[in-house]
């Protein structure tokens, strides 16, 4: 058979039987797995399977090769059309080119939504589900400025910044893709099921490579992040301690030869810490969109300012021009949370006076109220 059998397409359902039989071969690699289809071709290894002496695979492996339990296969794909999914196979037009870049690609997904999205310019945006609310906002601009740009936003639909990142996307009316841990007709967390909605109400996907039915475990979630950062050209983190699951995402996208991009924060900051070893490792330090779109050679359309942001300079600039950048009780309200005692200590003014004023510096726009103190925002 030609050795580029593997991308040709056949029947759809057809195509997905024999690939989720591949997929249950027990303990064999999944680039064993497709060098068998490479041989052997995907329906004759199957239909006319090759004698055991002509393949290196144990026993067990070959009574699934000859015997496939077609049966819950057949239950699989009901499964998934049940809910409302479509399973796209390794040499299914749809399947995302990216992904069969990396060394273990899923055999088959199991998706949700627009699949055309899947093979569309992607940039991953992950970071902590235990995030500050700056990190947030920044997850929710970033996301939102790419989308305008007509690049397709990836995440995990984890708590904290992923549901920032998608939320980003759904605001800009645009596409965004979730990368589970579940099986499709699973929403995990389980407030999330509205997000998971508007994903696919704005032309999203959501994707897995777990079975119908499959709840959340704890192993899921790396396996989960391959998928993430294959599907993109590169991946940005938004706050990551050093033992965040976003870091696995980050050395997945590094073996993949996919960019990194890192958001700096306060030193003190133990979210950020993640962030900053990645600056240190070589990931690309990121204040701006336009550092990200610059270095993937992305599209820059609908009137993107790629000189970092002028507006926003003047804008701020206006803001010094009026005497409020050395305002002491600006000057006291960092970038990150700061509390109210915090800003006591360093403008020296009493409380009430504070307070006062810092209500006044909120209905000017230039800091926000948030859990914890204030932030400054311009």
């Known amino acids: 058979m030609p050795i580029n059998e593997i991308d040709q397409p056949i029947n759809h359902d057809n195509h997905a039987r024999y690939w989720l039989a591949l997929k249950f071969i027990p303990r064999l690699s999944i680039q064993n797995k497709l060098e068998l289809v490479k041989s052997f071709g995907l329906m004759k290894l199957f239909s006319s399977p090759p004698d055991k002496a002509s393949v290196t695979i144990t026993e067990k492996q070959y009574q699934a090769l000859i015997s496939p339990d077609w049966q819950r296969i057949e239950d699989i794909i009901e499964a998934t059309k049940s809910c409302g999914g479509v399973i796209v196979s390794y040499s299914d037009g749809a399947y995302p080119s990216l992904l069969k870049q990396i060394y273990d690609p899923p055999l088959v997904l199991f998706t949700k939504g627009n699949v055309q999205c899947l093979n569309a310019a992607q940039v991953a945006i992950v970071g902590s589900r235990n ?39 759904i605001a800009a009316n645009e596409k965004t893709i979730a990368v589970v841990a579940t099986g499709i007709d699973k929403v995990y967390p389980s407030r999330h099921k509205k997000l998971s909605q508007d994903i696919i109400a704005n032309k ?49 996208a590094l073996e993949q030869n996919r960019e990194v991009f ?18 240190k490792q070589g990931a690309k330090l990121v204040d701006d969109v336009a550092d990200i779109i610059e270095e993937l050679k992305l599209p820059a359309d609908n009137g993107l300012n790629l000189n970092r942001n002028k507006d926003k300079d003047k804008e ?39 307070l006062t004023r810092l209500t006044m510096l909120e209905l000017k726009g230039l800091v926000t109220a948030v ?8």
């Open 131 to 169: 995030s500050s609310a700056h990190a947030r906002e920044a997850a929710f601009d970033f996301s939102h400025y790419l989308a305008n740009q007509g690049v397709v936003i990836t995440s995990g639909l984890a708590l904290g910044i992923d549901a920032s990142a998608h939320k980003g996307v």
């Open 316 to 354: 701020s600039k206006k803001t010094c021009e009026q005497g409020l950048c050395n305002d002491p009780m600006l000057a006291s309200v960092g970038y990150e949370i700061t509390p109210v005692d915090t800003v006591v200590s360093r403008s020296k003014l009493p409380i009430d006076v504070v």
């Open 371 to 378: 859990p914890g103190g204030y932030l400054r925002v311009k």
């Open 204 to 252: 999203g996907c959501i994707v897995s490579e777990f079975l119908p039915g499959t709840e959340p475990k704890p192993g899921h979630f790396p396996k989960r992040n391959r998928i993430i950062s294959g599907l993109s050209q590169g991946v940005l983190v938004v706050e990551a301690t050093i033992k965040s699951g976003s870091l696995i995402t980050a050395r997945c």
């Open 262 to 279: 890192a958001l700096p924060s306060n030193i003190n900051n133990p979210q950020a810490k993640g962030c900053h070893w990645l600056i």
